[in-house]
């Protein structure tokens, strides 16, 4: 379980004071946690009582935590839908799926997560020590390694792609920027042009746009895998590598907008 602290934490001296008191962490360790306007990971624990001690503890002292199961990060449940157009109306806006289109309200809108995916991405396993350089060696692949070295040297590169969250479903809808229809008005870069539909969208919305997936201690706790991210799959559930998951941006969007969710029916 992972108590999460939101982005409206002014990151004041009091406000880590009474972090250091509540948490029993220093302040230099909750300063690398924590950064004000974006999610940010207090402590991890086994137990979710222990956890939803602490979250009331920093509730009762005014600020804004919510407890999140880790596991969210790889449930199955909470899948990525692709988008390839968008419509903005005056209180709906229409999402071009492939096979259908849908008018959702903007008050649906919970959260947009905009980042960079990397198919194929592997969740990171913690170090048990570091070696040193003298210990290192070249790597001879055999034979039967040949295929995964292969494999990891036509890996598919990285696009840039958004998130939406909603209140109400798990699902998520990805507008990937490979295949997504910007329209006639275009700024000639993709960044730009993500960053203006995903600003835009969120204004009318009255949500957030995160993009912190490179600063955030969030992504750090959300893409250690879990132990049944180490369970085969089926073969009817395993895609190509171009839609290959990434398990540090795919995980990170899966928490951030749990997060997200939790913290609106709260009222934070």
Excluded at 184 to 208: C, K, Q, Y
Excluded at 224 to 244: F, I
């Amino acid at each position: 379980m992972l108590v999460l602290l939101g982005p409206e934490f002014d990151g004041s001296d009091q406000g880590f004071q009474t972090l250091a008191r509540a948490t029993g962490l220093v302040l230099y360790d909750l300063k690398t946690r924590v950064k004000p306007g974006s999610w940010g990971v207090l402590k991890a624990f086994g137990a979710a009582a222990q956890a939803e001690e602490l979250a009331q503890k920093l509730k009762a002292a005014g600020l804004p935590v919510v407890v999140v199961d880790r596991a969210i990060a790889s449930d199955p449940e909470r899948k990525h839908v692709t988008v390839f157009g968008l419509e903005l109306g005056e209180t709906s806006f229409m999402l071009k799926l492939k096979d259908r289109e849908m008018t959702i309200p903007y008050g649906a809108l919970s959260c947009v997560v905009e980042g960079e995916v990397q198919p194929g991405r592997a969740a990171t396993v913690p170090a048990a020590g570091v070696a040193s350089s003298g210990a290192l060696r070249a790597v001879a692949p055999g034979s039967a390694e040949l295929p995964t070295f292969r494999e990891a040297s036509l890996a598919p590169i990285g696009y840039l792609a958004a998130d939406l969250h909603f209140a109400t479903v798990i699902w998520i809808a990805r507008i990937d920027s490979r295949v997504f229809d910007f329209g006639s008005v275009r700024s000639g870069t993709v960044t730009v042009d993500l960053s203006t539909l995903t600003n835009t969208l969120a204004e009318r919305a009255g949500v957030r746009v995160d993009r912190s997936v490179r600063a955030s201690s969030v992504a750090s706790f959300a893409e250690q895998p879990a132990t049944m991210r180490g369970l085969s799959l089926p073969p009817s559930t395993l895609r190509s590598r171009g839609d290959a998951a990434d398990g540090r941006f795919d995980s990170y969007s899966r928490v951030l907008g749990e997060a997200e969710r939790l913290a609106r029916r709260a009222g934070q």
